[in-house]
């Protein structure tokens, strides 16, 4: 008798894809605990939240180390790391942004377009990994661009700035009428962390 098809499925998981699938589920529920600020204004959803992202790191270096050293790594790792990465470190850090107080509509748009930057740049290296990976062990010598788990950095300025009581209508840096929208000076750190990500020039050795 035939098992379910999830199952099956589940049975070619290695140990790193499991990792991989924590990091996705801290960041999914980072993005919830930043729902639940926005709705309730408890600042302990906000703090929860951005404990999350450094817990998602660790799953994120955690599943490439036991890849490597177990030989499981593969295109269908690459692929689920990219996914998850994409909600930890895109999707997560830009709805903490937003439930901080950078909801006007020049802030979606550099939200935005830092999300964007971040899916194009891990799309950018899954297509390049094995061209820039020089010897068997499959290991990337360096990155083009900041790797988009970096955007703990703006996690962690939120988290200060909550902690300041800076947040909200305090948030850092005020807010600016341009034109017919609403810009919050603090959203430009989203836009240049997204402008590093997509740089071709600079090069960054992977540790």
């Not at 996705?24 to 939240?49: K, N």
């Not at 850090?93 to 020049?106: I, K």
């Not at 930057?117 to 061209?131: F, I, K, P, Q």
Request: glycine letters at 10%; charged letters at 10%; aromatic letters at 12%.
């Amino acid at each position: 008798m035939n098992q379910p098809r999830h199952f099956s499925m589940l049975r070619g998981f290695h140990l790193a894809d499991f990792l991989t699938l924590g990091n996705a589920a801290c960041g999914v529920a980072g993005v919830f605990c930043a729902m639940a600020y926005a709705s309730q204004g408890v600042l302990a959803y906000f703090y929860w939240g951005a404990a999350l992202a450094p817990a998602a790191f660790a799953f994120d270096v955690l599943d490439g180390r036991v890849a490597r050293s177990r030989h499981t790594q593969g295109p269908f790792g690459r692929e689920l790391d990219s996914l998850a990465d994409v909600i930890s470190f895109g999707v997560m850090p830009a709805a903490l942004g937003y439930a901080a107080g950078l909801n006007g509509a020049w802030d979606w748009a550099a939200l935005l377009y830092f999300v964007c930057c971040g899916v194009s740049r891990l799309a950018r290296y899954n297509v390049t990994a094995e061209a820039l990976a020089q010897d068997d062990s499959g290991k990337v010598k360096y990155f083009e661009g900041t790797p988009i788990p970096t955007s703990v950095v703006l996690v962690a300025v939120l988290a200060f700035a909550a902690w300041q009581g800076r947040i909200g209508a305090q948030i850092y840096g005020g807010a600016w009428a341009l034109g017919p929208a609403t810009l919050h000076p603090l959203v430009l750190l989203y836009v240049l962390s997204g402008s590093l990500m997509i740089s071709k020039t600079l090069r960054i050795p992977k540790l």
